[in-house]
């Protein structure tokens, strides 16, 4: 079973949407598709989804074409509401029924999911008595509940806390390892680098960057130090042709051109008696990767 996108374009009048995409999910895990609010994030999703027919390009789910409405399919879009007077079990066991689940595995799924995000006991409460937090994980669950093998996402940490987002991303990543296959379109980079193994950047519909985030960093290597000591070593580190980044309460940061300029800096700072307390050399976050892909430096 996979998930193929193949050398998908997509046209909107003057506009190219989508230019020549192409990734593939070989296995259960979470893909994240980054990128701004016009970058063709959405547009993909609904490519994937079949509301969209590409003009060029294929699209396949464990060999086949993905339909619109299809049980296999979970989908969270990026505008969504709920029945508020509707009770939370019941809204769920609909949208499972909507997907053709029969409503008593409906209930049994719904019930499970309500538990494993600490809201079993809010099954019989409407939705208009819910704080938008539980809203959130309501909407959240409303694309898992009929059980999906493929689940795309839109936006889906678009306005929730950061406790609701912790909690949304244990769950995928619980159903990543159940052989779920996940898509989550988002602009939160440092929510992705969380949780994704894999990832596309769309910028302006064109793909910059595409494949596994580990691989991805590693073949950046190491571009950061950060430092901590008793005393301010920034005029050397500078002098040594390294860029301060950051300043916090106790550490800094810097960016250095390998391994070999941060030991230099190590090597002065031990010849004059001082310790550093912190010294780590890392590789780049996906957010610094991320601005260099679309500014051409890091930010």
Same mark, same amino acid.
């Given at each position: 079973?996979?998930?193929?996108?193949?050398?998908?374009?997509?046209?909107?009048?003057?506009?190219?949407?989508?230019?020549?995409?192409?990734?593939?999910?070989?296995?259960?895990?979470?893909?994240?598709?980054?990128?701004?609010?016009?970058?063709?994030?959405?547009?993909?999703?609904?490519?994937?989804?079949?509301?969209?027919?590409?003009?060029?390009?294929?699209? #396949?789910?464990?060999?086949?074409? &993905?339909? #619109?409405?299809?049980?296999? =399919? %979970?989908?969270?879009?990026?505008?969504?509401?709920?029945?508020?007077? $509707?009770?939370?079990?019941?809204?769920?066991?609909?949208?499972?029924?909507?997907?053709?689940?029969?409503?008593?595995?409906?209930?049994?799924?719904?019930?499970?999911?309500?538990?494993?995000?600490?809201? %079993?006991?809010?099954?019989?409460? #409407?939705?208009?008595? !819910?704080?938008? *937090?539980?809203?959130?994980?309501?909407?959240?669950? #409303? @694309?898992?509940?009929?059980?999906?093998?493929?689940?795309?996402? *839109?936006?889906?940490?678009?306005?929730?806390?950061?406790? =609701? &987002?912790?909690?949304?991303?244990?769950?995928?990543?619980?159903?990543?390892?159940?052989?779920?296959?996940?898509?989550? @379109?988002?602009?939160? &980079?440092?929510?992705?680098?969380?949780?994704?193994?894999?990832?596309?950047?769309?910028?302006?519909?064109?793909?910059?960057?595409?494949?596994?985030?580990?691989?991805?960093?590693?073949?950046?290597?190491?571009?950061?130090?950060? !430092?901590?000591?008793?005393?301010?070593?920034?005029?050397?580190?500078?002098?040594?042709?390294?860029?301060?980044?950051?300043?916090?309460? *106790?550490?800094?940061?810097?960016?250095?051109?390998?391994?070999?300029?941060? $030991?230099?800096?190590?090597?002065?700072?031990?010849?004059? %008696?001082?310790?550093?307390?912190?010294?780590?050399?890392?590789?780049?976050?996906?957010?610094?990767?991320?601005?260099?892909?679309?500014? %051409?430096?890091?930010?």
């Amino acid at each position: 079973m996979a998930l193929k996108v193949d050398d998908l374009y997509k046209r909107a009048g003057s506009r190219v949407m989508l230019d020549h995409v192409n990734f593939e999910m070989k296995k259960p895990g979470i893909f994240a598709i980054i990128g701004e609010g016009d970058s063709g994030k959405t547009e993909l999703m609904r490519e994937l989804l079949g509301l969209s027919e590409p003009d060029e390009g294929e699209i #396949s789910f464990d060999g086949s074409v &993905i339909l #619109s409405g299809s049980l296999a =399919v %979970g989908y969270l879009p990026e505008e969504r509401g709920l029945y508020r007077k $509707a009770g939370v079990l019941e809204q769920l066991i609909y949208f499972a029924a909507l997907r053709g689940m029969p409503r008593r595995s409906a209930r049994r799924s719904a019930k499970a999911l309500l538990e494993r995000m600490n809201m %079993g006991h809010l099954e019989k409460a #409407s939705m208009e008595t !819910l704080d938008k *937090d539980e809203r959130d994980k309501v909407l959240f669950l #409303s @694309a898992l509940v009929h059980e999906p093998k493929l689940i795309l996402l *839109d936006e889906p940490f678009r306005t929730a806390n950061p406790d =609701v &987002i912790e909690e949304m991303t244990d769950l995928m990543k619980e159903l990543a390892k159940e052989g779920r296959y996940i898509v989550i @379109a988002t602009r939160e &980079i440092e929510v992705a680098e969380e949780c994704c193994d894999n990832l596309l950047l769309l910028h302006n519909g064109k793909p910059l960057l595409s494949g596994n985030l580990r691989e991805i960093k590693r073949a950046y290597g190491h571009t950061n130090l950060v !430092l901590a000591a008793d005393v301010d070593v920034t005029a050397t580190a500078i002098d040594f042709g390294m860029e301060l980044i950051e300043r916090r309460e *106790d550490e800094t940061e810097y960016r250095i051109q390998g391994d070999d300029m941060a $030991a230099t800096l190590l090597e002065h700072m031990l010849s004059q %008696g001082f310790r550093p307390t912190k010294y780590e050399i890392r590789e780049p976050s996906l957010q610094e990767i991320y601005h260099a892909k679309i500014g %051409g430096q890091m930010k």
